[in-house]
């Protein structure tokens, strides 16, 4: 089959729920997603925890326990499997939409071409997340292989000269994790001060690695170079070279504007380049196709996360169902 009422493109927490309201008001629907199930939790440190608990990370009714009241990316994946599984969620993986194209065929208002398939359908939700793009400094040496913009875990960088660029949640966990397997961190960081959202029970280790000198930090400050065994950094005091094996670069990411505008979504002028979309419905400018999930931050990425963006499953698939009713 290759018409549905609604295509869903990406298989994240937020796809998975539009999946499961759809389905529960009756709609034929297909999930898309060009890689693994959750694919973003999976690429996510392996000893990652979440500053949500685990209640508020649940979907579709599904009750989430986890020993701890935080639970890590394992029970996540773990978690989100049971629940495709218990709803038995209609998910093509490893499947990459690649165009969603305003076209009256087959009866359906679009046509959705992947790697592998073209589907028809009336609806089509954007959950793509933005995870698959880190933003880059775009200094000289970015390019090196010890330039890193995705950490794992530590281990790799025991007893090595690693320097960690940010100041929020992924740069220090990284920090910490390698600090504590054996690696001289140091951080640079362009405030003043280590970010007031890195997660309260982890604020006070860094900051007192830092104030120890265990982890040296470079404050109001950036990377000008990186060689293979030196960095440049810029400091208040002026250009501070130190050597260095691994740069963890914990920049942040952003969404895909390219595909963005390729689908024709509007994206607002200004540096934030947030989608357009109604926040009662998530409708864009394109009728019928909707956003879910993260996406909908543009480079805001802190703004929406997996608890505060559930409830865009409900109101887009009460949307489809008022503006399309079934016959
Ligand atoms: C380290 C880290 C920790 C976090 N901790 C928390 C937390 O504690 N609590 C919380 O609520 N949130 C947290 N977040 C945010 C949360 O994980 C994300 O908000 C969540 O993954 C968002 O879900 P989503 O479905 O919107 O996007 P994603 O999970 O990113 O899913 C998008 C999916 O779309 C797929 N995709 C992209 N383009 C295409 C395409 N063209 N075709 C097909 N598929 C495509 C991607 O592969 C991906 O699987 C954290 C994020 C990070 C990075």
């Known amino acids: 089959m290759s018409n549905y009422d609604v295509v869903i493109v990406g298989g994240g927490p937020i796809g998975m729920a539009c999946g499961i309201a759809a389905k529960k008001a009756g709609l034929s629907y297909v999930i898309i997603e060009k890689g693994c199930l959750v694919n973003s939790l999976y690429n996510y440190p392996l000893f990652m925890t979440f500053f949500s608990t685990s209640e508020r990370l649940e979907i579709g009714g599904a009750p989430f326990m986890s020993l701890a009241p935080k639970p890590g990316r394992q029970e996540a994946i773990e978690y989100y499997r049971r629940v495709k599984q218990m709803h038995d969620l209609n998910i093509h993986l490893f499947e990459k939409v690649e165009a969603v194209q305003s076209a009256a065929t087959n009866g359906a208002r679009y046509t959705i071409t992947t790697s592998k398939a073209t589907y028809h359908a009336n609806n089509v939700v954007i959950a793509t997340g933005f995870y698959d793009f880190p933003i880059y400094m775009d200094v000289p040496g970015e390019e090196l292989p010890k330039v890193h913009h995705y950490y794992k875990e530590p281990h790799y960088y025991a007893y090595q000269k690693v320097l960690v660029i940010g100041a929020n949640n992924s740069a220090v966990d990284a920090a910490l994790e390698t ?149």
């Not at 000198?213 to 170079?225: D, E, V």
């Not at 979504?265 to 947030?274: M, P």
């Not at 409708?283 to 703004?303: D, F, Q, R």
């Open 179 to 327: 600090w504590r397997k054996g690696a001289e961190v140091t951080m640079v960081i362009r405030q003043q001060e280590i970010g007031a959202r890195v997660k309260y029970w982890v604020k006070p280790d860094i900051e007192n690695r830092i104030a120890e000198g265990s982890i040296k930090a470079y404050f109001q400050s950036s990377i000008a170079a990186v060689r293979d065994k030196e960095v440049d950094i810029i400091t208040p005091e002026g250009i501070v070279t130190i050597e260095n094996d691994h740069v963890l670069a914990m920049t942040g990411y952003r969404p895909d504007f390219t595909m963005l505008e390729r689908f024709g979504v509007e994206l607002s002028a200004d540096w934030k380049r947030c989608p357009v979309y109604h926040p009662d419905t998530m409708e864009t400018n394109l009728p019928g196709v909707y956003l879910a999930g993260v996406v909908c931050g543009g480079m805001e990425t802190h703004k929406w996360f997996i608890e505060n963006s559930r409830d865009h499953a409900d109101k887009i698939i009460k949307h489809i169902t008022i503006s399309s009713p079934l016959q």
